[in-house]
Structure formats: structure tokens, C-alpha cells
């Protein structure tokens, strides 16, 4: 596939990729349903028209929207046609946006427009579902013998969380007061937290029809209702949250903002970088079992920029570590009756390699504060500092290079030969998750 | 106050409470706004053009709309005069709305109406904020010595709820299946919930301007984001919850359903049966003090109707037994910087009283089912059976009798001698939050 629009073999956003989000720009203030492509915005709005397919042609009020919400009630035969739609639009051999004075119309350099939340988020919520996360927290507040607690790996333990306070990535967010107990058994004080961290996640757009209250949608099943995901930072404060969660969940450590990337990368797009779901043992009861892949190969990175200007990459992991699918969460979530909508957000936990070098958070990065970290520009870290800038991104893949290496070896050696694979290599990226903690108020 | 609306003194519905709420009807299914008066409901959207007041005059559309949100973002003072002219209109002084031809128009009977959701929730917070309840709870998982955990009495303890699972009165539970652990140490199970409860709670909307991310609301300051009140029955699966919530909390024990009641009973309704805050010690940080009063004298209900349609009173209990009151609830939401909106929907908690036949849960009043309940049909409960419909009411409050015979004794010696209280009490009632659990799916 080609498109007319030119980009690189590194860019983020090809013809393959069509992530949908919302913005607008300074000539139009109002928010408009958007699809990246290379560095330009096709703005949905100016050509909704042109979806004229079986299922949409009487859909198109949905590319008229302020958020995708309706885009995503539609479904996953209506996301395909809107997507091959946007394939056969974009494509160099397609002359209807070509004109010139059409393209002026349509497309909006992306340097050039605002970001906004690309949904109205009904209900976040989110889980836990990373087992190296999940085992460096554990060793470290209740030791290696009882790392995991006994439910972990029987189903993936989520919490609500607050839908309010999901703000859309570049969006500051100041440190938070509250209250603290930096003395065991003695009183808490009340000041500014002290140990404000990140929580490197993916979590995914909820999509289909709403359903009903009373109703469970069976993780076989639960593929129709994901549409498609988004970079994470669920901005935490440890030593609030370490006073205030029990026994009912983090509350006020999390609610003081959760950023998101503004592009989501649907499924369809993710298809190429499948990979098996992590091997569970005990095997989960049925409502939890489904048979096809729902893990991907999303390399994760997470840089620290300090004022300075010089950011430090402080932990590579990937999507990939995921013990619980999200086909398994949205099970999860709908077990016991619990009705979702589209727009509804579900977040993967922090995401934590194997590795020392691949962990999802400061807390584990620096281990509870014994190993700082040392940045480029000399200086060094156990959690965030004041005007520090966090930066998540879903690193680049390149998928011919990456499946012809991997699965097709003889094939790719006779490819490599031709010359073929560099320039038919693509990338399908997430963009970044963008957020700079500001001092605490006084 | 009289009206012309004609009413008993038993009525909770009197011109000194006019509650509102979200209704249709079989002749106009359009969702709208009322406010109940006697056994009638006033429609607003009917009647807009007669808010003429300064603050009103040109906000006439906010009851036009199909939910409260856009009326309780007005704020107190608009508030207030809504209600000064709706007092105004429904006078038996006032003949606008008297005319036959009009009363047909602008009123009908409650009988005839289906009640909606009054706003659309944004967020739904439940709080942990009856000590009793808290105690009771902590005795029977803790024992007596750590019943309440470190933090309780210095903050008001809370989890993010799940807001589209919140219903209305009368829309029926369903029975959850789920994981529960019956043998401590051996393997869960997978099945419907063997330990069904109800949580006699009541709940606030949130009104006034939404806040900003980063920004904290003091206990001082937050009674102006207080609309108005509702009882709630905040369904529990006790198996499903004990299992799932370490470490992050309640979730598919508890996203199952939640109900509230239709009619929202404002601030200034419940202003004369203000009573003292409970006294706290510790004195809490200083964003949580707040002088004035923010707790009531609500008496609280439950019943149990089995199929064979004979009701039983379990509890009697009373909000003015809540430690943490609701500024200091708003309050603690926001100190970490969570923004809230108009329509947020922030719960008590369980509320129980002191003495074993005022507890709020079936879990209390049965002792973790050491203690069944004897029922009137002969029958008897350790927890809720298939087909029991739960009722919770907030009572009727006397309030000329009351504030008399209490604070005025003098004066009232003198006026009962004159005949005068019965005539002239009345009542504040918040109508009912009904349920009935059917039977888990197959």
C-alpha cells in the first residue's frame, strides 16, 4: 500500500496505521474526528461524505462528532469499512483528494493543531495485569514468599478508577498535598507528596454496542467490543497512596490525573504484530478462556527530561508482558453483570519486563528509593522531581523486517537480495504520551 | 406555606421539600424535568418561561433538558431562587398554575410517571464513612482490637464506583455469578453469588461549576457544590468481594448494580433538620474543618418483601450517624487535585447505627450469618434470597414537632395548647429506593 501523502519508512502514522483521534486548530476552533497520516491530520469532518459504503453511507453523521463515541458504538464491520475507506481515499492511486485545492481542504499539518480526549470516557477503569509488575511489588511490601497474593493468577484484579481526571497527553499535572505517614505508628502529616511516580501503560478504548446491565461478555467474545488503544501514564503518589489504600483500592493518590496519548491505534492495525497471549497456569474457569491471540508486540519506552532540556530513556519494556489479555479484563469487568459502553477506558496496570532495565515505574525502577537512577545530564532520580517531563512512547515496528527475520527466513534472505525489504518495511506507532508535573500548589 | 396542591400531613412530598427529579409518561415519553408536590409532579420543562427571576430568566433551557446537570451546574443562588419561585407558583396565593385547562398541562400524577435517572453521573464515589459500620466490619474480619484501620479517623476513606452500573429505583438486580473462595486455602469457585446484601446508604449530587484538575475544594467551601441527596442501596456480593479486593478494592462484588432513588431532596429542604456534626478525634487537617452544621436527622429504612409479598422492617437507622460529613468527603475527593462535575455522585457508605437493630447491611445484622433474621412471613434471612425486593425509605420528619419539643419547649407547651403543631407540620420524606433480585442467568 501507497499513499499519496509522503513519509518516511520511520514514520509513525502510514497508510497501515490510521489512528483516529480529535483536535482542531487555530483556523477552526472546533473539534473535529481526525485520522493521522504521515505529519498530516485528515480531518473526517470535511469528508464524511465520502463514506459511502453499505454500512456507513447512512452512518455519516457519526465523522460529525466532537468525540468517537458514536464511531465507536458502530462496531467492528462498520471500524473495517471505515478503514478500507480511508486505505482507498489515501491511496496514491485514488485522485479524489489529490487536488490541491481539495488537500488545502481536508488535511491539517499535525505541528499544526491541538489535541483533545479522543472519547467521552464514561467509565475508566483499570488493572493489574502485569505479573513482573505485580511480583517487584509484592517481593517489596509483603516479601518473596507471599509476592503474589493468592487471587492474582485466578483473575485479573482491576479497580475503578476515576474518569474525570483522564486528561489527554501535554496536558501538566501538578504534585499533589495530601496526607502521608513517613513514620509507621506515628501520626500523618499533610504536605506535598514526596514520592511522585509514573505507571507506564497501554489501555483500550471500549467499542460495540452498549450493553446491558445483568449481562457478561465472555472473553471469546470480547473482541467485538475493543476498538482500540492508547499510551498511558497513571500518575501515582506512592506515599499517599500507601496511607489511603486500605481497605478500599487507591483513591486520591490517582485521581490527581491519568494521561493518555491522543491517537488510538485500532485493532486492525495492531493485527500484524500479534504474538501468543502468555502461557497462564492454573488455566483460567471458561468465562476467562479464549483460543485466538490478543497480546501484542508494542516495544514501550519511557524518557524523564529534566529542565535542562536533556531527557533520559529510564526503562524499555513492551506491551507483550501482559499475563491477562484484554479480551480476559473486559470478561473480567462484565462477570458479574456490570454493563460497559463505548468510550469506556480499561488500562492495562503498569507494564513490567523481565528485567531490571524494563520495569514500568520509578517505584521498581529505583526499588523503593535504594537504586537511583542516574541521568544524562548528571543528575540522578529515585522518583519525579518538579518540572520533570515524562514522555511514552510506543516504539516504532518495523513488521517486514521483524516477520520475514523471525518467520520466514528463507523467504527473507531471497527478499533481502532483491532489496525488497527496507523499502516495503512499515511502522505502525503510537505517537507519545506526554505530560511535565508542576510544584504543588501553595 | 400552603398550597393549592392538596396534600395530607403525612405527605413527604409537601412545598417545603420539592424534591427533583428526571419523568416520563405513557402520553409524552420524553424525558423531563419535575418537581413532586403532593402526589403530583410539577413538569418544568412545561413551565420554564415562568423562571423570571434575575438569575433564571435567561437559563430558562436547563429545564429543557433530559437530565439535572445543567440546572445543578447553575449553583446555589440560582438554586435558591428556583425554588423561591416554584414556592411562589404552587402557593395557594398564586393562581398561575390554578386554571384547570393549565393544571392539566403542567401537572400529572406521580402514578402515571416513570422515573429516569435525574442526571447523567459522570463519576459515582461510595465512602466508608459510618464508624459504626466501619467498626462492625473491622470487628468481624479484624477482630475487636484493629477494627478500624490506622487512617479511618483521619480521613475519609473512599473507592471510584462504577457510574453506568448506577440505576433507579425499581429497576431490578440480577444475581451476579463469580469467583468466590469457600475454603480458605483451597481453589475458587466459579458460580452465582451464595452471599447477596444490600448497603443502606445515601447519596449527594454534586452541583456548582466543574472544578479544575489540580484543584482542591476545603471542607469550608464545598457546601456549594452540594445539590441535593438520594437514598441508595449499593448491592454487595459478599463471597465475590472478599475475594477480589485485595489489594485494590471492591469491583465486580459491587459493579453488579446500584440503585438510588428517583427524587432528589435538596440542601435546602434538609436545612431544618440540620443537627450537630459528629464530634472528631483526632481533629482532622485543616481541609477537612468545617464549623458549620453538615449532618441530618434522616431517619433511615430497610424492608424485606419475600415473593410472598409480606414486607419486614430489618433496620432502622439514621444519616446523622455518619463521622465524616459530606463537605469533608468533597473535600478529601479533591485534595489531591481530582476535578469534579456537576452530576458526580459521591455515597456515605453504609450506615449504621449503634445498636444491633440499626445496623445498614445484612452482613451486620446477621453477624456474618451467625444471626438469622426472622422475617413476618415465618421466614428467615442470613442474606437475600431470589425475588426479595429491598425497599429502603427515608422517613418522614416531623420537623414544627420536632424542633419544638426539643428546642423550644417553652413555645411549644404554649402551642400545643392552641392546637396549632399538628396542623402545622409537615414532613420531608425522599419517596423509596426499591429493588428486587431475580435469579443468576444460566
Redesign the interface.
Known amino acids: 500500500m501507497k499513499s499519496f501523502i509522503e513519509y518516511s519508512n520511520e514514520c509513525e502514522f502510514p497508510i497501515e496505521n490510521l489512528p483516529y483521534g480529535v483536535f482542531s486548530n487555530d483556523a477552526n476552533r472546533k473539534k473535529r474526528i481526525g485520522v493521522a497520516i504521515g505529519d498530516q491530520v485528515l480531518d473526517l469532518s470535511a469528508i464524511s461524505n465520502l463514506f459511502e459504503g453499505s454500512l456507513l453511507s447512512d452512518k455519516q453523521h457519526v465523522f460529525q462528532q466532537e468525540n468517537l463515541n458514536d464511531f465507536m458504538a458502530l462496531g467492528r464491520p462498520s471500524w473495517l469499512e471505515a478503514r478500507q475507506t480511508l486505505q482507498k481515499l489515501l491511496s496514491v492511486e485514488n485522485d479524489a483528494l489529490q487536488n490541491p485545492d481539495v488537500r488545502r481542504k481536508v488535511f491539517v499539518p499535525q505541528e499544526d493543531v491541538t489535541m483533545h480526549l479522543p472519547a467521552k470516557i ?2 475508566y477503569t483499570d488493572f ?1 495485569s502485569s505479573i513482573h509488575h505485580a511480583t517487584n511489588v509484592g517481593i517489596m511490601f509483603r516479601g518473596k514468599e507471599n509476592a503474589l ?3 492474582w493468577k ?2 485479573p ?9 483522564v ?1 489527554v497527553s501535554g ?1 501538566p ?2 504534585r ?4 502521608t ?1 513517613p513514620v509507621e505508628g506515628a ?2 502529616v ?1 504536605g506535598p ?1 514526596r514520592l511522585m511516580d509514573f505507571e507506564l501503560e497501554v489501555a483500550f478504548f471500549v467499542g460495540g454496542s452498549p450493553t446491558k ?2 449481562e ?1 461478555v465472555l472473553a471469546s467474545e470480547a473482541g467485538s467490543h475493543i476498538f482500540g488503544f492508547v499510551l498511558m501514564n497513571d500518575w501515582s ?1 506512592r506515599d ?1 497512596q500507601k ?11 490517582k ?3 491519568t494521561s493518555i496519548s491522543p491517537w488510538i491505534v485500532t485493532m486492525e492495525a495492531l493485527e500484524p504484530f500479534k504474538v501468543p497471549n502468555m502461557p497462564q497456569d ?1 488455566k483460567p ?3 476467562l478462556q479464549h483460543s485466538n491471540l490478543c497480546n501484542f508486540d508494542i516495544k514501550l519506552e519511557v524518557d524523564i527530561k529534566t529542565p535542562t532540556g536533556v531527557a533520559t530513556t529510564v526503562t524499555r519494556s513492551n506491551y507483550k508482558y501482559m499475563y491477562w489479555t484484554p479480551q480476559q479484563q473486559l470478561a ?2 462484565t ?7 463505548p468510550g ?1 477506558l480499561m488500562a492495562s496496570g503498569t507494564i513490567s519486563g523481565e528485567s531490571a532495565d524494563s520495569f514500568g515505574s520509578m517505584l521498581e525502577l529505583c526499588w523503593k528509593g535504594t537504586k537511583p537512577i542516574a541521568l544524562k545530564d548528571g543528575s540522578s532520580r529515585k522518583f519525579l522531581q518538579d518540572h520533570d517531563e515524562v514522555i511514552i512512547r510506543g516504539k516504532r515496528i518495523n513488521f517486514l523486517f521483524k516477520k520475514m527475520f523471525f518467520k520466514r527466513k528463507k523467504l527473507i534472505i531471497k527478499m533481502l537480495l532483491l532489496g525488497y525489504c527496507q523499502g516495503n518495511g512499515y511502522k505502525v506507532g503510537f505517537g507519545s504520551c506526554k505530560g511535565k508535573l ?1 510544584p504543588a ?1 501553595h
Chains 1, 2 share one sequence.
Open positions: 464514561g467509565d493489574y497474593l493468592p487471587n485466578h483473575l484484579v482491576g479497580y475503578h478508577g476515576r474518569s474525570s481526571s486528561v496536558t499535572i501538578r499533589p498535598k495530601g496526607q505517614l501520626d500523618p499533610f507528596s446491565l445483568g457478561t503518589a499517599i496511607w489511603e489504600y486500605v481497605p478500599l483500592g487507591p483513591f486520591g493518590a485521581n490527581l490525573g492454573p474457569f471458561p468465562y473480567h469487568h462477570v458479574t453483570g456490570c454493563n460497559i459502553n469506556d508542576l500548589n
